[in-house]
């Protein structure tokens, strides 16, 4: 029945050699990996305009310079990620890059700070959805959370269908947003051009503002950048595009990479050319959205597909956090430095345990952070701009080894990209220490876990590696024990089978004295069922029959080590007719299991006598 | 670490044959025995005033007329079950009366109306002992539920650690509260007498009020006569008493009816007389114990004492229903109608899985009647009185049986409280129907469990008994089939002992196809590491090894059964030398041994290996 209701929920299981149809092509992958950078643009300005406001409405005219450099930014890291796309073809991602030409501990901190990240992204993404959804449906505000926690176990169930699947059905929100941003921005451009739209700016770009201080403005731009999150996902994926496979990688990430600064660049235009003040119930998008569309019917229709379509690329954009978390938690599972349970592949050949792992981890930062937007950004921004950092570096390093002296000239958009980087994470780090610092708690322990996982799995393999000149031991026979309670059919069968296995058979019952004339009867039973075998019986003051047999096994144990015998338990059993049936009997052969699991060189079986009603 | 744990809330384990010096005499037994029947006047005459004042505050007068039918009723109990103590010396109870002269289903339903009533005597006792707690210290009256859930976890402590230590423990505050009550009443009567007690009654004895109708005194008298729970306790101990037992039982019995007489016919007529009023936060009988002791020092310091009294006998008698419980579920699970696990005895000799059970459904009842005394009143009345009711017919029967024609005058008492028993149930079932269908529901449901178990019970024994001339069979060998994955020491040392044990050896890997290269690299490790041991090697299309190998070793299975051979499967594991390592390692050996126990004539063993570091 489990099974059943688990193939409603994620599909029948398919064949492991199913896996390479699930190719991607350019449309697909742009659907499946822009999401998360294209989706900022419905929270990244608004964060930079949340911080300006600080000082009042008059300061958000510095949303346009700051844009520029964030702009700049982007730029420097598409140029950086194609050339990691290049270098690394088999999939790069910070974790690899930094783990290659920086070493273990700095690819642990980018692996570990992008696992985190990658909950971040599902919790802003779907925190961010479930805003477009309640500003456009002002009756739901109340559930933002309870929306933001459905979409992030709807996704995990989507991707625990599969990857392909899942790209196709994507494309429908990722495309509808592109082109409806493109039509919105559009009817602006046009608006503007035409005159219809009034200049609304509460301040002009230049305006001399009191209070504005470059620690506001540095703040405001740390922020900011996180619009620039998810521009990676396309270099982590290189594996997964159709051939020539670097060619089309690249060619998607310069296409995402342009159609997302338009975007950036759109929205903070608009905003400020509005004037929009950011309100609590409504985003800047949205109201930007209505502004621009106005309130006749046909504006009105487009204004809430734009909003639905908002809601959907954010939930792709969460989608991304789906599809890269189990690959890393994968590499780094076959490095040893992940539990091994990470490396397995579901019914679907999707990796179930990232999957689950991953939308387990969102929905504690959505109850912890309650879903605001405004409370996670700080964490996410310095989560990506940490591997970011590291990989730019690890480029460097790479152009270094492979090209010597020339390096400097391919790692100039490397460098640029990691002084930038780097700059983000200080800017964050010094001016933000009060909404960041459980990532340098968070951080140090995942390592601390990586490494002692990694120290753990090279520990077993070396005691398990069969040495040079291992011999193979021959021994003279096998004592058996059975454990006889009342003298039954299960008893019969038990010793039965020890017969068939063992040299030398021990009937053993422990009695606990609670009731002498029941011990004699066992006794006079098992003689006339078994007149050629001996019952050993052992007595307790206790009522636990655990220990003492656990004595007189390790003591058998020991004598039959010294005749170069093996030693064998047989716990009889019985399985009655329905499972849930096992509930009236006692678990004494599972504890005795349990006890007798740390004792070396005893083998424990379970002859199982199957009840037929 | 647990065991340790263990030791300090419950104590170190007992000897069986500790046992015996665990008997009452009569000032003990009236301590453990009587505090259920005793407390009852902290809420039952409360219950009748709540009733009668839905007319008014002049109503409250018929609660005198009322408390003497009570009287009667607590007379004609008393007598019949100081016959049921000398007809059942081994301990009567209603279950056992009922089921040996009425038969089984009225046997069972009084068990089972008792066993969901003990778990009501716990909720209500604790319940109205956390009211006498607020009624002194009004701070914590919203923690009235949290108090209640605590003393019913204090009390499961006490028990778990035996019965004896608790029986001197309780003396004290039961003493105190006998004591306490007798010094409050002897005040409140020396007052009356000189005059120095107003008399303050809303309306004299025999004022016709308006609106009172018979079915109001009925109902005031069904939930009064909740005072008379607890009296059947005595009878059901006959066993824990000291020699004589019957005479001794017999004798505690009438001392305890004697004072609740006293007692309730004092708080009731002085609740009349001082014209005494339900309030919400305080109780009737704390109203009554501050009126007669005034506001004086001594008289708030007296108040006090008599407020922690009452709640100590109230917590006390909740310990009656921790008491009675366990042994009624052994008696029962003795008869085979409750699970097995009620019949086995803890470390101290408690029956610990009864009375974690009754803690459990106790503090279940209280969280779902919010702690609230009058909801819990009705229900337990009605499971009071239908045992009460059997018990009483099934002694009419009794004496029918062994006196023959005479019976009628011995039955005179059984048949006197037989017929009150049975008018209070049938008031109850139909002036308060709306409390008390739960009753109705879960009664049935326990019914039908009890007769379920009875025949899994039945029916597992019937298959398990060896038939005459059953035969011992002689196996001419043993198939051995390993299972193998990698190669390592874990794998060596199991097939070392599949050797030991087997005519036949299997060498078993399951690939799953994903990595060819792999599965050559296992052969060629395993050919060098066992020459003279050919690895059979299943390929599967899918990423789960359970259910391939399951279908080889079944058909292993089935030639070794054509050969006369017995099959048994290896499944070798290693043992991490920290318990939490096991986490880090796939659990194919756990799933494996539940896939394969539903298969019949496959011994599952499993080889360990331990790691020593």
Chains 1, 2 share one sequence.
Do not use: C
Not at 60 to 70: C, K, M, R
Not at 248 to 263: H, K, Q, Y
Not at 315 to 322: I, R
Not at 499 to 526: D, P
């Amino acid at each position: 029945m489990f099974k059943k209701f688990k193939e409603i929920l994620i599909g029948k299981p398919l064949k492991s050699s199913a896996d390479d149809s699930h190719l991607l092509n350019k449309m697909q992958a742009l659907a499946m990996l822009s999401s998360d950078a294209l989706s900022s643009v419905a929270y990244g300005p608004e964060q930079i305009i949340l911080v300006l406001m600080t000082i009042g409405a008059t300061a958000i005219w510095y949303s346009i310079p700051i844009a520029a450099v964030i702009l700049l930014l982007l730029f420097a890291l598409i140029m950086s990620y194609t050339q990691v796309i290049h270098a690394y073809p088999s999939g790069g991602g910070a974790y690899l890059v930094s783990t290659e030409n920086l070493g273990t501990i700095p690819g642990l901190i980018s692996g570990g700070s992008l696992l985190v990240d990658y909950m971040l992204t599902v919790a802003v993404s779907t925190a961010s959805g479930a805003d477009a959804i309640t500003s456009a449906i002002p009756e739901l505000y109340n559930y933002n959370l309870e929306i933001a926690i459905v979409l992030a176990l709807i996704l995990m169930f989507m991707n625990l269908r599969g990857l392909r699947e899942s790209a196709s059905f994507l494309m429908i929100p990722v495309y509808t947003f592109i082109i409806s941003t493109f039509i919105l921005l559009g009817v602006g451009i046009f608006r503007i051009l035409s005159g219809s739209l009034p200049y609304q700016a509460p301040a002009h770009i230049g305006t001399s503002i009191a209070g504005v201080s470059l620690i506001l403005i540095l703040k405001a731009f740390s922020t900011g950048s996180s619009s620039l999150t998810g521009v990676e996902a396309i270099s982590n994926a290189v594996p997964f595009f159709k051939r020539p496979k670097e060619h089309n990688a690249a060619l998607t990430l310069v296409m995402m990479g342009s159609i997302l600064a338009f975007f950036f660049a759109g929205v903070v235009f608009f905003a400020y050319w509005m004037g929009i003040v950011p309100q609590n119930n409504v985003t800047v998008i949205a109201q930007m959205a209505k502004g621009l569309l106005g309130s006749g019917p046909l504006g009105q229709l487009m204004f809430f597909i734009f909003q639905f379509s908002t809601a959907l690329i954010l939930a792709v954009a969460a989608n991304t956090g789906y599809s890269a978390f189990p690959v890393l938690a994968f590499n780094m599972a076959k490095n040893k430095y992940m539990p091994h349970m990470f490396t397995a592949r579901g019914d679907r050949l999707s990796y179930s345990n990232g999957i689950i792992s991953l939308a387990a981890g969102a929905i504690v930062l959505l109850l912890i952070f309650k879903g605001e937007t405004e409370r996670l950004i700080p964490l996410y921004a310095i989560g990506v701009f940490t591997p970011f950092t590291l990989a730019q570096v690890g480029m460097v390093i790479h152009w270094k080894k492979r090209l010597g002296k020339q390096f400097i000239w391919h790692s100039i958009p490397n460098i640029l990209g990691a002084l930038i980087s780097f700059a983000v994470v200080m800017i964050l780090l010094i001016f933000r220490t009060a909404e960041i610092w459980p990532f340098f708690i968070v951080l140090p322990v995942l390592i601390f876990a990586f490494i002692r996982v990694h120290h753990h799995y090279v520990n077993v393999a070396e005691q398990l590696r069969l040495r040079e000149g291992h011999a193979e031991h021959k021994f003279d026979g096998n004592t058996v024990i059975v454990l006889v309670g009342n003298v039954t059919n299960v008893d019969l069968g038990a010793i039965n089978y020890a017969r068939s296995i063992g040299e030398y058979v021990i009937a053993l019952h422990v009695s606990t004295k609670e009731n002498t004339r029941k011990e004699q009867e066992i006794e006079s039973e098992f003689e006339a069922a078994f007149p050629d075998l001996h019952l050993t019986v052992i007595r307790t003051n206790y009522r636990d029959i655990i220990a003492p047999a656990v004595r007189y096994i390790s003591l058998a144990s020991k004598n039959a080590k010294k005749r170069n015998y093996t030693t064998t338990v047989i716990i009889p059993n019985f399985i009655p007719s329905k499972p849930w049936e096992n509930m009236f009997h006692n678990q004494t052969g599972l504890r005795l299991r349990v006890a007798l699991n740390s004792h070396e060189d005893i083998i424990l079986a379970s002859y199982n006598y199957h009840l037929k009603k």
